[in-house]
């Protein structure tokens, strides 16, 4: 394995009581929540780019993170350290998942044979690694974002030429992750927008978006993967206007181009609420879409307006989005990355499991808050009285052929029909919210 996490032993579930910081005080991975383990139903995964290739850089600051795989060499031969990092630290944090960028886990070479080279030659060591260790793939996706030819998009690009790179590389993306037995293939267009409308063809770039989406969702079938395919929402940054802005628009584009049923949305955290929402208005709106695939598990910080990434820490954030999804039968192919980075300031080994144990503990005692909730059937009950109406005559009358504007105006008159205000009892909700956290 590695040398660089020697000091740490596995991390162990010890309670509560513990004042041992390198433990799990709630996440008991064998312990039964809705009819299956912690470790089943949360489907935790540590993300490859932030956990080992982050160095630590800010708008305002050089690198601070300093991992012998970082250090001047053969690309190829660092890759393979941090590969052997990476699987020591799965083994020992016990994330049964793993996610990665396919620029994350091998180089770019000087063409793109070469670069192709590189990764088939990690994704070899990777394959042996993950029947060794038993740990999954959650998902891959293909890094579109970060190289200079895709300043102006990678899809949406102006240039044809860029247009068919990413296709080739996705292409490779998909074929690593179909071979690693990967459950889940995302697409995040992070430059899939603009900076100013004055030099943009809108239309040009939606529609080289849509056909970029078609020719995934054919390779797809063509290769026989199982998995789900992700769309990932974010309003913008690092563009000032991204057409995956959030669910919705996302699910507008996939309905006008008659993918809905073939791509499902990766939701995260930080993304929602720069968009304006918050987290469970997003995972809602993509349930009530049949649209839930994976999570981002993460969280922003209210003072900053940009993607701070940071580690979940508190189960109020998280328990209403938790139980939308659990009260729905939780995940099927998805589950939790931690799309999370330590801060700059931590750059001893330990913060990077003080990080994941803080957050894999907030998703356990969240998930355990859900179970009490859903059990006790409280608020299921309150919103049926609300709608109850929509199931006696006139309700399911409204939804029938047999109505229109004529008949419903004929109905109000004849019927006296005076509706009186009902309350919605939000503040009580609220208040029963809070004794389950």
Avoid at 118 to 136: A, R, S
Avoid at 350 to 356: G, I, Q, R, S, V
């Amino acid at each position: 394995m590695s040398d660089y996490f020697n000091n740490i032993k596995e991390i162990k579930f010890e309670g509560i009581e513990s004042d041992n910081p390198l433990s799990f005080k709630y996440y008991n991975e064998n312990q039964i929540v809705l009819g299956k383990s912690m470790k089943e139903q949360l489907r935790f995964a540590t993300c490859y780019w932030h956990t080992f290739t982050w160095p630590g850089l800010d708008p305002f600051g050089g690198q601070t993170l300093q991992r012998p795989w970082m250090d001047s060499g053969d690309p190829l031969k660092m890759a393979e350290v941090k590969l052997n990092a990476a699987f020591d630290f799965f083994t020992k944090i016990k994330t049964p998942y793993f996610c990665f960028h396919d620029r994350d886990i091998a180089p770019e070479g000087d063409n793109y044979l070469t670069t192709k080279k590189n990764l088939e030659y990690i994704i070899k060591i990777m394959e042996q690694k993950m029947k060794e260790t038993g740990i999954q793939l959650l998902w891959g996706t293909a890094n579109s974002f970060s190289h200079k030819r895709y300043m102006s998009g990678a899809s949406t690009n102006p240039d044809p030429e860029v247009f068919a790179y990413i296709a080739a590389q996705v292409k490779d993306c998909m074929d690593a992750t179909h071979y690693l037995g990967g459950q889940n293939y995302v697409l995040w267009g992070g430059r899939e927008g603009y900076e100013t409308i004055l030099n943009t063809n809108m239309k040009k770039e939606l529609d080289n978006l849509a056909r970029f989406l078609e020719l995934v969702v054919d390779y797809k079938n063509k290769i026989g993967f199982k998995g789900q395919i992700l769309l990932e929402p974010k309003p913008h940054e690092p563009t000032k206007h991204q057409y995956d802005f959030d669910a919705a628009s996302c699910l507008a584009l996939l309905r006008k181009i008659g993918l809905e049923k073939e791509i499902k949305l990766n939701i995260e955290v930080n993304h929602a609420t720069l968009s304006g929402h918050n987290f469970e208005h997003e995972i809602a709106y993509a349930i009530a879409n049949d649209a839930l695939g994976s999570i981002d598990i993460n969280r922003g910080d209210t003072l900053l307006g940009w993607d701070t990434d940071q580690f979940p820490n508190n189960p109020a954030d998280l328990i209403m989005a938790f139980y939308f999804i659990y009260s729905n039968g939780g995940f099927d192919k998805g589950g939790l990355n931690f799309d999370a980075k330590i801060r700059r300031q931590s750059i001893n080994p330990e913060d990077l499991f003080y990080a994941h144990i803080g957050g894999m503990d907030t998703c356990a005692k969240t998930l355990l808050a859900v179970e009490k909730l859903i059990n006790d059937n409280i608020i299921p009950k309150y919103i049926i009285d609300r709608y109850q109406k929509w199931d006696e005559e006139l309700g399911k009358s409204i939804h029938s052929k047999n109505i229109d504007l004529n008949k419903l105006h004929q109905i109000v008159i004849e019927n006296k029909l005076n509706p009186k205000a009902k309350s919605g009892q939000q503040e009580m909700l609220e208040n029963l919210l809070n004794k389950y956290l």
